[in-house]
């Protein structure tokens, strides 16, 4: 071959391999959004029976097609405080399970329905184009996207045919025989791309192919050794800045792939013609032969390491000793989310209601510092508003690199819907910041309240309190039958505001009242009242998405 037939070849095999990981993404991201409420459900149940978690694991992974993602989502979910190290590790092993999908579909290209299956980028386009209904117009993009990996695999395909008339090629490569040698390979390349499909899919191609690697037999199996250790960089990576339990999650899915390794180069070392009296008789295609190898080693792994989940855990405790954290509550936001948008805003509203109840917190502080007349509350007070101020701009921020990706109509509603929420939120603080003005004044002005006033207004904040609870499960359950209640006490509110403010005026008429005491008597009952109002808008906001 002469340096220019060598640089075509290596171009085409480039090019092949940006169509297989584009046509990879769309159909991922794709599958994403057919697939978003089930995709929620799958990353948010989870399940004390490891069983379910490898399936949940497996389920997720093949959706969004790599194991790195879902295992940075696994340290995310840990991080903030939503999995045990326990259905974690069940996850991980899953997810590892789920990931080899990719390798299966490499791996049709050495049957003659490969070829046909490029003109799913011509139709998934077409359906694209002419669609109106947004899930229509996704289910074309993930067709075409399903077109494209085999675009991306022909092109690969037809790059290692020329390779392979290279006799200096295959002198190289038939050198390339030391087990460990080749394990590193398969670990260095797959940190250097932090995706262990990209190197499987490669050596699933060479051997489709009909390149060999060394002697042939065991040695491309090492690689797809390697490639399981080095899949782990990425979550090492995302797990450098999170909570002990997040890195602890991170060195079990590492563990889990070296022992598992370990144990299969040990068998491979031992039984030197492994390859030749199992995958080879077995499957005709060599391409097959990889792709199933690749999928027994994370299912057998699965299984010898299923009884000693615990002792993953324990032995990761040893390994990464506990550190002192602040007690200041748990986010549930994290950008490691931010790869699955349906999650992550599922996330955002979670910590919309964190942020809610800390205002509400604060509210019932302020109310109670009023009736108490405690001046001293308004330091703590004054604390826990701007913490929600903090928290509401992180939130915010976040939102916005949510909506950086390439999003659903609905989603971007639930993304709309958040912002007001948040707004919503931080006018509950602040009317907390407004009842410490209130105490002050009436302690300063020496104003006090006729008897039976202040049960009176103990009973409205009960009446918010409920609000309050009520407006939570709504946004938790996106129950619409709790709306119900929700304006029976929104109702009940006003009621009560102007029962309050009317009994007030009859009292200043009848003399038994304090004209100073009307300015703060008749802005703290608006205030509970316009905090509920606040409580029901976000409430009802669950009408608004499908």
């Not at 590892?96 to 490499?106: M, S």
């Not at 050596?203 to 390697?226: C, D, F, R, W």
């Amino acid at each position: 071959m002469t340096a220019t037939q060598y640089l075509e070849s290596i171009f085409l095999l480039l090019g092949g391999l940006g169509a297989f990981l584009y046509g990879v993404r769309e159909l991922s991201d794709n599958m994403e959004k057919l697939t978003n409420r089930r995709l929620k459900a799958l990353f948010q149940k989870t399940s004390k029976n490891p069983l379910v978690g490898i399936g949940i694991g497996t389920a997720a992974t093949a959706i969004v097609q790599s194991s790195g993602l879902t295992t940075v989502m696994v340290v995310g979910f840990v991080n903030a405080g939503l999995m045990s190290l326990y259905q974690a590790t069940a996850f991980i092993m899953g997810s590892k399970i789920g990931t080899t999908i990719t390798a299966q579909i490499a791996a049709l290209q050495s049957f003659d329905v490969a070829f046909y299956a490029i003109g799913f980028a011509f139709v998934g386009m077409a359906i694209n184009m002419i669609a109106k209904k947004q899930k229509v117009k996704s289910a074309g993009l993930a067709i075409a996207g399903l077109g494209l990996i085999f675009v991306g695999l022909n092109l690969m395909s037809a790059s290692m045919d020329e390779i392979k008339q290279s006799e200096e090629v295959m002198y190289v490569l038939s050198k390339v025989n030391n087990p460990f040698l080749l394990i590193v390979i398969g670990i260095v390349t797959t940190a250097l791309v932090q995706s262990s499909s990209v190197i499987t899919t490669v050596i699933i191609s060479m051997a489709a192919a009909g390149l060999t690697i060394g002697e042939g037999g065991n040695a491309p199996l090492y690689i797809v050794l390697g490639t399981n250790v080095g899949s782990c960089v990425t979550a090492f990576i995302s797990s450098v800045d999170a909570s002990t339990d997040a890195k602890r999650a991170s060195l079990i899915n590492i563990l889990f792939n070296v022992f598992g390794a370990v144990i299969f180069t040990v068998m491979l070392l031992l039984w030197p013609r492994f390859m030749d009296v199992t995958f080879s008789r077995w499957f005709v295609k060599p391409a097959t032969q990889i792709a199933m190898f690749h999928t027994a080693v994370n299912l057998v792994n699965t299984l010898i390491f299923l009884p000693f989940i615990n002792g993953l855990v324990w032995l990761s405790k040893v390994m990464i000793k506990e550190k002192t954290r602040k007690s200041d509550g748990q986010s549930f936001i994290d950008v490691r989310f931010l790869s699955a948008p349906t999650v992550a805003i599922e996330q955002s509203n979670k910590e919309a209601l964190r942020i809610a109840d800390i205002a509400m917190g604060s509210l019932k502080e302020g109310f109670d510092a009023f009736v108490e007349r405690n001046i001293d509350a308004a330091e703590d007070i004054t604390a826990k508003t701007n913490e929600v101020n903090e928290l509401s701009k992180k939130l915010t921020d976040y939102l916005i690199q949510i909506s950086a990706y390439d999003l659903t109509v609905n989603d971007e509603k639930r993304i709309s819907i958040l912002h007001n929420n948040n707004s919503d939120i931080v006018r509950i603080a602040e009317i907390a910041d407004n009842f410490v003005k209130y105490t002050a004044r009436a302690v300063r002005d020496e104003i006090t309240f006729s008897e039976g006033v202040t049960e009176r207004l103990q009973e409205m904040f009960a009446t918010l309190e409920d609000l309050f609870g009520l407006m939570k499960q709504a946004r938790s359950t996106k129950n619409r039958n709790i709306l119900k209640e929700v304006d029976e006490k929104e109702d009940r509110l006003d009621a009560f505001r102007k029962q309050l403010i009317s009994d007030h005026i009859d009292r200043l008429n009848r003399g038994e009242c304090k004209a100073a005491s009307s300015s703060v008597y008749i802005n703290l009952v608006s205030n509970l009242e316009r905090a509920g109002d606040h409580l029901f808008f976000i409430a009802h906001t669950i009408e608004e998405v499908a």
